[in-house]
């Protein structure tokens, strides 16, 4: 399984981006997908997650009420959309897909990853 990230770019802050994320392969539409983040000289950390259906969805406390995660399993797709924007939310932006139906924030639960768009929020 092959996953494409796009849609990142650089936004003052309080902007808005939606990054979305393609799958090679419609069987990724049984498993969880994720999105994880690393920002320079940082580890990599949970963003959110969306189960296979969609009807689950969990997300790092940093940016509940602002991001906000979808799928569309017919496109092969999912997205994130990122509101409110901080500077701190500046990363480069992996999505991934995982072994099973849910995986949450376990990133070791995760078998597929994209390569990466950067999100820049400038203050």
């Known amino acids: 399984v092959q996953l494409q990230a796009s849609g990142g770019g650089l936004v003052q802050a309080g902007g808005s981006l939606r990054l979305s994320c393609a799958a090679s392969?419609?069987?990724?539409?049984?498993?969880?997908m994720g999105w994880f983040r690393q920002a320079p000289g940082k580890e990599r950390e949970f963003v959110a997650a969306?189960?296979?259906?969609?009807?689950?969805?969990d997300y790092a406390d940093s940016v509940k009420g602002r991001f906000t995660i979808s799928r569309d399993n017919a496109k092969n797709t999912v997205s994130l959309q990122l509101s409110s924007l901080k500077p701190e939310d500046t990363a480069l932006y992996y999505c991934?897909?995982?072994?099973?139906?849910?995986?949450?924030?376990?990133?070791?639960?995760?078998?597929?990853w994209g390569q990466g768009t950067q999100v820049t929020v400038s203050s």
């Open positions: 991934a897909a995982g072994y099973r139906s849910w995986a949450s924030a376990d990133s070791t639960r995760y078998a597929y």
């Open positions: 392969r419609r069987t990724v539409g049984n498993n969880v």
């Open positions: 969306i189960s296979w259906n969609g009807g689950r969805t």
